[in-house]
């Protein structure tokens, strides 16, 4: 069982910054790869950012790419999402997920196992 805990949301104005965390509990998060996902109302979740267990790989999303890096740290039970130059198009909940596979790289919700509640980026034109 892990439970994820996401943070760092807020309002931005268009071109600035967030960075948004997920704080695991439990023993095996260094066993599970990490995915970050995103909705809006009426829309279905969407894969924006994973990595594998180990960190050693990153996928990303089209709409994320060269934008947004996702990084984890082991140690401290911790997975980041750094998104740059955000649009109002990336208003939407953020959610972390783990998939105890230990891959990562699955754009399908249904391949991950534990989520977090959510957190709010409002991104302002």
């Known amino acids: 069982q892990v439970q994820l805990v996401e943070s760092g949301g807020g309002v931005v104005q268009a071109g600035g910054s967030l960075r948004l965390s997920c704080a695991a509990s439990?023993?095996?998060?260094?066993?599970?790869?990490m995915g970050w996902f995103r909705q809006t109302p009426g829309k279905v979740r969407e894969f924006v950012a994973g990595?594998?267990?180990?960190?050693?790989?990153?996928y990303y999303a089209d709409s994320g790419k060269g934008r947004f890096t996702c990084s984890r740290d082991n140690a401290k039970n911790m997975l980041y999402l750094q998104m740059n130059s955000l649009k109002p198009e990336d208003t939407a909940v953020y959610y972390c997920?783990?998939?105890?596979?230990?891959?990562?790289?699955?754009?399908?919700?249904?391949?991950?196992?534990?989520w977090g509640q959510g957190t709010q980026v409002t991104v302002s034109s």
């Open positions: 439990g023993r095996s998060f260094s066993n599970y790869g």
């Open positions: 997920a783990a998939d105890t596979s230990g891959a990562g790289w699955s754009i399908k919700p249904n391949d991950y196992d534990y």
């Open positions: 990595i594998s267990w180990s960190g050693g790989n990153t």
